[in-house]
Nanobody, 126 residues
Framework: QVQLVESGGGLVQAGGSLRLSCAAS????????MGWFRQAPGKEREFVAV????????YYADSAKGRFTLSRDNAKNTVYLEMNSLKPEDTAIYYC???????????????????WGQGTQVTVSS
């Protein structure tokens, strides 16, 4: 069983930055893909970005391209989502998740993820 814990959310002004962290435990993760999703009130869960533990390959949603950056520390079993130039429409609960799938159709689909963190709130004013 994999446990995921997000942290780093908070309240920021538009144009500001936050770094979200996802600490994983319970398994080894070199063959996993880590996805980030977000969910605003009344909305479906939305894909944000994904990164491979092995190689660090990344893929971003259009809403995140040019503003968000994924990274990971394999030794610490931790992934990071650097969010810059934040906009009010980025306001949501952000979740990290883990899957053994690697193909595009799977990694952007929340139904393909077996493990989820508890979420961390991001609120952007203005």
């Amino acid at each position: 069983q994999v446990q995921l814990v997000e942290s780093g959310g908070g309240l920021v002004q538009a144009g500001g930055s936050l770094r979200l962290s996802c600490a994983a435990s319970g398994r080894t993760f070199s063959d996993y893909v880590m996805g980030w999703f977000r969910q605003a009130p009344g909305k479906e869960r939305e894909f944000v970005a994904v990164i491979r533990w092995s190689g660090g390959n990344t893929y971003y949603a259009d809403s995140a391209k040019g503003r968000f950056t994924l990274s990971r520390d394999n030794a610490k079993n931790t992934v990071y989502l650097e969010m810059n130039s934040l906009k009010p429409e980025d306001t949501a609960i952000y979740y990290c998740a883990a899957t053994s799938a690697r193909d595009y159709l799977s990694v952007v689909n929340p139904n393909r993820y077996a493990y989820w963190g508890q979420g961390t709130q991001v609120t952007v004013s203005s």
